[in-house]
């Protein structure tokens, strides 16, 4: 079955920190698609990354980077030199390869990032 | 292009009565899905629909609930009676091959 953990509820940092928010996903499919989503206090799901299953390299994107690892089923996201409008629920999510990438996702609990000033 | 929008944004509605909640999905896309945020239970699928055709409906809580895409540009999920406990953020999303794009959400209050 499928099923992805966030272990980290909350996280608080001090603005310019660097903070990484882990993920662990389970799945017995060889095909798979993770997701990092954020939801800012407005409350709408923003979609930041996706990853498939072959493509294990690490990826940047500003001051956002992801690191994939297969052999510890793990999809880690950091957020260097954190700001305030960070401050966020990060969700990470996995989907199953069915006849066409990306059907139904399933979310982790999410990690609730506070950065302050 | 324009997201995925949903309307209501936010609805109080009183215990009993019927909540429909509309969803416009992205244009191209051949996916849609119904999500449901509760503090208790995160993120759940209620419900999606391949080419407007219901595919895995098991998320839906009960015969309270139900969903219809009745073609490519519009899609509902009605609660009937509406209860408290169905109380939530409700997220429709739609998807072509691998990315999901999410609504802005409906917050739904039932008192």
């Known amino acids: 079955a499928q099923k992805v953990t966030q272990a980290q509820t909350e996280i608080s940092v001090v603005e310019k920190e660097d903070v990484t928010l882990d993920c662990v996903y389970e799945?017995?499919?060889?095909?798979?698609?993770l997701f990092w989503y954020k939801q800012p206090p407005s409350g709408e799901l923003v979609f930041l990354i996706r990853r498939n299953s072959f493509d294990e390299q690490n990826e940047i994107s500003g001051r956002y980077s992801w690191n994939f690892q297969k052999s510890t089923s793990s999809f880690n996201f950091t957020i260097t030199a954190s700001q305030v409008v960070d401050s966020a629920v990060y969700f990470c999510a996995l989907s199953e390869e069915t006849d066409q990438a990306g059907t139904a996702l399933i979310f982790g609990k999410g990690t609730t990032l506070s950065v302050s000033s | 292009d324009a997201g995925v929008i949903q309307s209501p944004r936010h609805e109080v509605t009183e215990m009993g009565q019927e909540v429909t909640l509309r969803c416009k999905p992205i244009?191209?896309?051949?996916?849609l899905f119904w999500y449901r945020q509760t503090m208790m239970r995160g993120l759940e699928l209620l419900i999606y629909f391949n080419n407007n055709v219901p595919i895995d409906d098991s998320g839906m809580p009960e015969d309270r609930f139900s969903a219809k895409m009745p073609n490519a540009s519009f899609s509902t999920l009605k609660i009937q009676p509406s209860e408290p406990r169905d109380s939530a953020v409700y997220f429709c999303?739609?998807?072509?091959?691998?990315?999901?794009?999410f609504g802005e959400g409906s917050w739904l209050t039932v008192v």
């Open positions: 799945t017995r499919d060889t095909t798979y698609y």
């Open positions: 244009s191209g896309h051949d996916y």
């Open positions: 999303a739609s998807s072509f091959w691998d990315t999901i794009y």
